[in-house]
């Protein structure tokens, strides 16, 4: 039994409706709503492992979680749990009929809900159906980004090609000039983009040679240490009195000095261009002799 005040007298005196008057409505809207959540939750499942993220994936999601609130409002209005009454305070002691009261009223919305298999049914699957939305979200957060950045398309023997597919011969090429370079049949892999550069070898210093640089030859990683950006610029600075050699960042003004293993010289990038180790292969072609000397991309948050 529920509970509304007497209009007649603001005291305590409480009239009872019975049950049955309860408003059928909502419990109709309340089973509405957890089937729209439970359909909304499969949607946005459904849309993500087929990749149609762009739009299905937050209607989906937004029709469970909507579902789910408007059903558990609904179905609160159908148990009178909305209804607002006012009793007079009054000392905090309770009489033996008030304490008998209380439990068959909470004995009667026991029954009452467990009576309601269809709605509790409902509500358990909106709920199940709003988790296996989640899963494909949070599985995109994946491992952790050294697990992905450890390992990309450079291997033993790889030709060195670039965005047209030429590979690169040895003794092609002049001094001072820069190109972007691919994994042999795999042009445009964002993570093993490599800018190539030929300086004189005397120009390089004992670490950078003994890390891969080859008959003047020297790759490193496109991917600025920074924040990711692509380090596409080179320039020569031959005013004097030294010539100066730099590959520059233009995102953010990172540079990093070639001839002595990409280490930054300037900007805010923390750390050297991971290099590629090169070699050469029977006919003459530039091959990586491996991966990176290191994850290639900005400093992971364990790395530093």
């Given amino acids: 039994m529920s509970a ?7 005291g ?4 009872e409706v019975p049950h049955e008057e309860l408003n059928q409505r909502a419990y109709r809207a309340a089973i509405v709503s957890f089937v729209v959540a439970v359909a909304g939750g499969l949607l946005a499942a459904v849309a993500y492992w087929t990749s149609e993220t762009e739009t299905l994936l937050g209607v989906g999601l937004a029709l469970a979680l909507g579902g789910i609130g408007f059903g558990l409002v609904s179905w609160a209005k159908y148990l009178d749990l909305d209804e607002h009454v006012v009793q007079q ?10 304490q008998h ?12 809900v467990g009576r309601r298999k269809l709605l509790v049914g409902l509500l358990g699957g909106s709920f199940a159906s709003l ?14 980004p050294r697990g992905e950045r450890d390992a990309t398309g450079w291997a033993p023997g790889r030709r060195l090609v670039t965005s047209d ?8 090429g002049v001094f001072d000039q820069l190109a972007t370079v691919f994994p042999e049949g795999m042009i445009g892999r964002d993570d093993s983009q490599v800018v190539l550069l030929r300086l004189r070898p005397e120009l390089l210093s004992t670490s950078t040679i003994e890390q891969g640089a080859l008959d003047g030859w020297v790759a490193y990683s496109k991917i600025c240490t920074h924040a990711g950006c692509s380090v596409g610029l080179f320039g020569v600075d031959a005013r004097g009195p030294d010539v100066v050699r730099q590959l520059v960042c233009p995102c953010h003004q990172s540079v990093f000095d070639p001839t002595n293993g990409a280490k930054p010289v300037g900007g805010p990038a923390p750390r050297s261009l991971p290099q590629l180790s090169l070699g050469v292969d029977a ?5 990586s002799n491996g991966d ?3 994850p290639v991309g900005p400093i992971a948050w364990e790395e530093g």
Avoid: Y
């Fill in 283 to 287: 006919d003459g072609f530039l091959v």
């Fill in 292 to 294: 990176f000397d290191r």
């Fill in 131 to 144: 988790a296996i939305g989640f899963v494909g979200p949070i599985g995109s957060l994946g491992p952790r």
């Fill in 165 to 172: 597919g030429q590979p690169v011969d040895l003794s092609s």
């Fill in 101 to 112: 009261d209380l439990h068959e009223e909470v004995e009667m919305t026991r029954q009452t």
């Fill in 12 to 15: 305590s005196d409480w009239v």
């Fill in 89 to 98: 305070r009054e000392p905090l002691r309770t009489t033996v009929e008030e």
């Fill in 4 to 10: 509304t005040p007497d209009v007649g007298d603001r």
